[in-house]
């Protein structure tokens, strides 16, 4: 008897091979007379045993279509607003070429569509225009489950921004996007503009729910920065792309902060690193930041 380990691998792989036949005709993918393969019928003989009204090969089927009815089901949820531009016979080509070449790697179903921008992006059975706004509208789609997973940090009280260790919210996730995904929720087809990177930031809001939205590009260079944790100071050791105006920062300061965006770390040492509510915002004067900005800088030069 060979290990169960090895029975699953076998299992699982003939779960994995394309859907055929009936099973097919019963799901959105363009119909299919072509009979399984040898490596499914011989793994069904190996594993199935045969019953009175069902073959092994049969039973194996059960299996495997279930496999499939679930995942395609799943994939569709997570992205209604590509289904809806690519059409349905795109988008269904494009799920099931997605999933025979990369299969599910994780225990949950969350993490299904994790790969299907890059594997949109670089999929040659459309056209360079459409592969480049729907890789873009993936990854906007995916980062609106994403942020579910992720942990949230202690808010930094503004008193604490001067002096404090800060980083940003790690269920915010920054993108650089190589066309304008943020507008296409309202589209009803795809005509879309010449396509022009968008700077978007995807989080979860208060009420839990995802919440987007469109950056300056300056804005995100800064966010990257506190992303990577330091002191206020940190954000403007280096210049940027271009030199924002005090207005501006101070606005963007109030904003991340009134989000929630802006957090403290927590101590790698302490014993607990648990999920903390959110800090409670009031109304602050954010005209320093600017100034704090000014000075970094001035002590770079």
């Not at 202690?154 to 190589?178: F, K, S």
Request: aromatic share 10%; proline share 7%; hydrophobic share 40%.
């Amino acid at each position: 008897m060979q290990p169960l380990e090895q029975t699953q691998r076998e299992f699982f792989a003939a779960l994995r091979l394309p859907l055929r036949g009936k099973s097919r005709r019963s799901t959105e993918l363009a119909p299919s007379d072509e009979p399984h393969s040898g490596d499914f019928l011989k793994t069904a003989e190996k594993l199935m045993k045969p019953g009175e009204n069902l073959s092994s090969a049969e039973r194996l089927e059960l299996y495997h279509r279930q496999y499939w009815f679930r995942l395609l089901d799943s994939i569709a949820e997570d992205f209604p607003i590509l289904r809806k531009l690519a059409g349905e016979g795109t988008f269904w080509k494009l799920m099931e070429a997605f999933l025979e070449a990369c299969p599910s790697e994780s225990y949950t179903l969350r993490h299904l569509g994790r790969r299907v921008s890059d594997f949109t992006a670089g999929w040659e059975e459309i056209e360079p225009v459409e592969r480049l706004w729907f890789s873009a509208i993936a990854r906007l789609e995916y980062a609106s489950m994403e942020i579910y997973e992720a942990a949230e940090w202690r808010c930094a009280n503004p008193e604490e921004l001067a002096t404090a260790e800060l980083g940003l919210q790690p269920h915010v996730i920054l993108m650089d996007l190589p066309a304008a995904a943020d507008l296409c929720e309202t589209w009803e087809t795809f005509s879309p503009p010449a396509a022009e990177r968008a700077c978007v930031a995807v989080w979860r809001a208060a009420n839990g729910g995802a919440a987007r939205r469109r950056l300056d590009p300056v804005e995100y260079e800064l966010l990257k920065r506190l992303r990577q944790g330091g002191p206020l100071a940190s954000l403007f050791a280096e210049p940027t792309a271009r030199e924002p105006a005090p207005e501006e920062i101070s606005t963007w300061f109030a904003d991340w902060q009134g989000m929630g965006w802006i957090a403290i770390p927590p101590d790698p040492a302490a014993a607990d690193l648990s999920v903390v509510p959110r800090h409670d915002i009031r109304q602050t004067d954010w005209s320093r930041i600017d100034k704090m900005g000014s000075q970094a800088r001035a002590m770079e030069d």
